[in-house]
């Protein structure tokens, strides 16, 4: 009977001895566990688009004559009356081409109602070769000229590409804009010149959130 005791005491040692065993296991290589990572704060540019005041808004946009691609001198004073957009750009600019479909389609939409779009070449003479043919392969429906270096430091062109300006009927800077917005933002700047013809859209020139403007290379 004794040594049956002692048998099942054992047992019952070696029993507790494994359980033991697996606890402390469980203890110490189980890793402890962890709270999630706070989300990441906002940066300042998803809370705000850079913005910068123009010295152009609300007064009367530069004048200008130009040479467009037959070799004509082309004035904005020719588009006294009309609702107008200038838009910098050059063949090398990736943003500018995905924004000429758009213009392509409001010039077509609104020209019936006095607006027109100007698109001023901003690498000229580097590019005076390619714009023709670019002009053609894009389709541009509205006039493209090249610039000169007294346009482009009049109104402040052209670190960045592409850059725009909004000019109502009475040849006023309503709006001006830098880099790639978004097409139904453009139509909106473009409808409110056409149907209001002093009534100002905006008041700042906008950095793009949609798109990074491209740098002008050096030259």
């Not at 389709?139 to 610039?147: E, F, R």
Request: aromatic share 10%; net charge neutral.
């Amino acid at each position: 009977m004794s040594r049956r005791v002692l048998v099942l005491g054992v047992v019952f040692c070696c029993f507790a001895l494994i359980l033991w065993s697996g606890f402390q296991h469980r203890t110490v290589h189980t890793p402890p566990q962890q709270s999630p990572a706070p989300a990441a704060a906002p940066t300042a540019a998803n809370e705000a688009t850079d913005t910068v005041t123009s010295p152009l808004l609300n007064r009367s946009a530069p004048a200008f004559t130009l040479r467009d691609l037959a070799g004509h001198h082309v004035s904005l004073a020719d588009f006294h009356g009309k609702a107008v957009l200038i838009n910098f750009w050059a063949t090398w600019c990736a943003p500018c081409r995905v924004e000429m479909p758009w213009f392509i389609a409001l010039q077509q939409k609104y020209s019936a109602q006095g607006f027109t779009i100007l698109g001023i070449d901003s690498d000229y003479p580097e590019d005076l070769a390619k714009v023709p043919g670019f002009a053609k392969k894009m389709g541009l429906n509205y006039p493209v000229l090249y610039s000169n270096g007294q346009t482009e430091t009049e109104y402040g062109c052209c670190d960045y590409l592409p850059m725009s300006y909004y000019i109502d009927r009475a040849g006023t800077v309503r709006v001006a804009t830098i880099g790639l917005s978004d097409r139904n933002t453009v139509e909106t700047y473009i409808r409110r010149l056409v149907e209001a013809p002093t009534a100002p859209p905006g008041n700042q020139i906008t950095a793009s959130a949609t798109a990074n403007p491209t740098t002008h290379p050096s030259r």
